[in-house]
Every structure is written in C-alpha cells, then in structure tokens.
C-alpha cells in the first residue's frame, strides 16, 4: 500500500512540474517576442540615421565640387516608409518638419513611417538646400492642367519605399544639392 500512495504522490508532483515547465517556456518565448518588436525598431532607426549620415557625406562632397555621384544605400525599416525632403531656397526656417528634427538647418532629409514625418523617423539637417526629388507619372484625365498621352512627369519631394536597397544620385542645381532614385 506504501508503494500505490508514493507513485499517486509522485506522479502528481511530476505532471505539476511538467506543465510549469511548459508555462514558464511559453512565457520566455512571449518576453523574447515583445522585447524584440522594441529593439528592431530601434535597431531600423539607427539604421536608417547611419543611412542618412552616409548620404549627407555624398551630398556634401557633391556641393563641394560641384559634381555629379552615386551612392547604394540600404534603408531598413524599407517597405512602406518614405523619404522625403524639407527645404525652403529663400533661407527662411523650414516649416512642418517632424518634431525637434533640423532645426535652425537650411535642408532636412528624412526617412518616416508616414508620408508627413508623424511617428518614427530619422532626420538628418544640412546647412544647405538638400532636396530629394522622386520621378513620378501623373495621368490624370481630369485635371486639365496635364497635357500629352501617358501622362506628364513631374518630381515629388518625397517617395514611398518599396525596396530596401536603392541607387541615388546627387547633383548641384542652382545652389542645392539633389538627391534622385536611379531607375534600376
């Protein structure tokens, strides 16, 4: 009789520790979910800001000399986010910029979880006009204004990220440095 209370009491004990085991890994497994949803989208900011620096590099050497270059850059967060451009040619404060983003900065480039820079985004200022100018097709039959089959071309300041790796090409225009996605 000892020995059929000892395994009624054992194996009561062993199913207790088995299922405490199996809520104590679930809930690990959920801690590791949640803390990485914060750290990635820290880790996609800092990557886009070193994204950001290394471009103001290119633009900066472009204003110095006046030359046309290239860059390959990655942008991660990438889908759905968008570059945009702030600027203001007459040297007047830049209006609408995302909050604490460039001021007192003649251009801002930014990389935004929206198209007007609310939520995260990563901003980088120059002391000059720094202006990103996305190719765009626009066919609209009723706007009267657009003339011509298939549509007219016209250059947005901002564009939505479809890819995660681009080329873009600067160039000096009129006192700005221009940043244009190359067509792949």
């Known amino acids: 009789m000892r020995n059929?209370?000892?395994?009624?009491f054992l194996g009561g004990h062993v199913v207790n520790l088995i299922i405490s085991?199996?809520?104590?890994i679930m809930l690990v497994f959920i801690g590791i979910k949640i803390y990485g949803l914060f750290v990635s989208e820290g880790s996609d900011l800092d990557q886009a800001k070193a994204e950001l620096i290394k471009i103001k590099a290119v633009a900066d050497q472009t204003r110095?000399?006046?030359?046309?270059?290239t860059i390959e850059t990655f942008f991660s967060p990438a889908?759905?986010?968008y570059i945009r451009s702030f600027y203001d040619a007459t040297g007047n404060s830049l209006q609408n910029l995302p909050k604490g983003a460039c001021l007192g900065k003649r251009g801002c480039l930014c990389i935004c979880e929206s198209s007007n820079c609310e939520g995260s985004?990563?901003?980088?200022?120059?002391?000059?006009d720094l202006?990103?100018?996305?190719?765009h097709i626009i066919?609209?039959?009723?706007?009267?204004?657009?003339?011509?089959?298939?549509?007219?071309?016209?250059?947005?300041?901002?564009?939505?990220?479809?890819?995660?790796?681009?080329?873009?090409?600067?160039f000096y225009n009129e006192g700005a440095v221009v940043l244009r996605?190359?067509?792949?």
């Open 4 to 8: 059929k209370k000892g395994i009624e």
């Open 21 to 24: 085991v199996i809520v104590i």
């Open 64 to 69: 110095e000399t006046k030359e046309p270059r």
């Open 79 to 81: 889908k759905g986010w």
């Open 121 to 128: 985004n990563a901003c980088i200022g120059a002391e000059y």
């Open 131 to 135: 202006k990103f100018s996305a190719p």
């Open 139 to 170: 066919d609209d039959p009723d706007d009267l204004n657009l003339a011509g089959p298939g549509g007219t071309l016209v250059y947005r300041e901002n564009m939505v990220l479809g890819e995660s790796v681009y080329q873009i090409r600067t």
């Open 181 to 184: 996605p190359v067509s792949r």
